[in-house]
C-alpha cells in the first residue's frame, strides 16, 4: 500500500481525495552538472551577437527534431540565420541529412549523437527546444533558461503535456503540441523570441523561480519520516 506520494509540481493530474491526502511535492532530483550551474545568471543575446540554438530529445525527441528544425529554420529571415548557431543531438542515421540541411540554409551548426556537456550547453544557450520530460522540465527551470517545448505525443497519462502546460501557465516556457505544429508555426516562434530579447528575459525568470534544488533531500525526509511511523512497511511513489 503506497503511503506517500512525491510529486515536481503543485496541482498533479489525478491525485484527489484520499491521494491528494498523501502528496508531498519534493521537486525532481538534479544531477550535480546542473547544480554547479544554477547560480549562472540568464543573459540575452546582444544586439548582432551569435544567437545560440539548443535541440535535443530523447530518440523519438531526436527523429522528430531532425526532421522538422531544418524545414524551420530555413524559413528564418535572413539576418537571423546569419547570427544562428544550432547545437542539436541527432540520431547517428540521420546526421549527416541533417547538416546538408544546414549547410544548405547556410546556418552554421553542430551535430553529435549525444552531448556529454549538455548541462552547459543548456547553460550556454539563448533559446532550448526540446520534450517536456520532467527531468528535462526540472533542469530548465534550475538553470533558467526559455524553451520552446514539444512534448512527446501518446506519452504514458499525457505526462510530457502535463508538463509543457504547466511551465506555459507560469510564462517560464512555450508549449506547442507536435500534432499541430508546422514548420512555419516554429520558424515563427523562434523568430519571435529572438526578435524580442525581453521576453527571453522573462521566460528564463519565470522557469528559474520554479526550480527546485532540495530534491533529494526532500526525498529523504519523506522516507524518514514514513520509517518513523510504526506499522506498515514503508512505500513511495514518485510521479512527475
Known sequence: M??????????????????????????????KAVLDLQNIPYRPPASQAQLNLLVFGGSQGAR????????????????????????????????????????????????????????????????????????????????????????????KDNDQLENATRMESAGAGYCYPQSSLTAEGLAGAVRRLFEDPAALVRTATAAHSLANYRAVENLANLLEELAEKQGSPVGAEVTA
Do not use: W
Open 64 to 155: 522528430y527534431f531532425s526532421e522538422m528544425m531544418p524545414q524551420a529554420l530555413q524559413l528564418l529571415p535572413q539576418q537571423i540565420k546569419d547570427r544562428l548557431f544550432v547545437m542539436q543531438q541527432c540520431r547517428a542515421e540521420d546526421i549527416d541529412q541533417v547538416f546538408d540541411s544546414y549547410e544548405a540554409s547556410g546556418v552554421a551548426a553542430e551535430l553529435a549523437t549525444f552531448f556529454e556537456d549538455l548541462p552547459y550547453r543548456m547553460s550556454n544557450s539563448h533559446l532550448i527546444v526540446s520534450r517536456s520530460g520532467a527531468t528535462t522540465v526540472a533542469e530548465l527551470c534550475a538553470l533558467g533558461r526559455p524553451a520552446i517545448l514539444v512534448p512527446l505525443p501518446h506519452a
Open 2 to 31: 503506497v503511503k506517500a506520494i512525491a510529486c515536481s509540481f503543485e496541482n498533479t493530474k489525478y491525485l484527489e481525495g484520499k491521494l491528494l491526502q498523501k502528496a508531498r511535492v519534493t521537486g525532481t532530483p538534479l544531477r
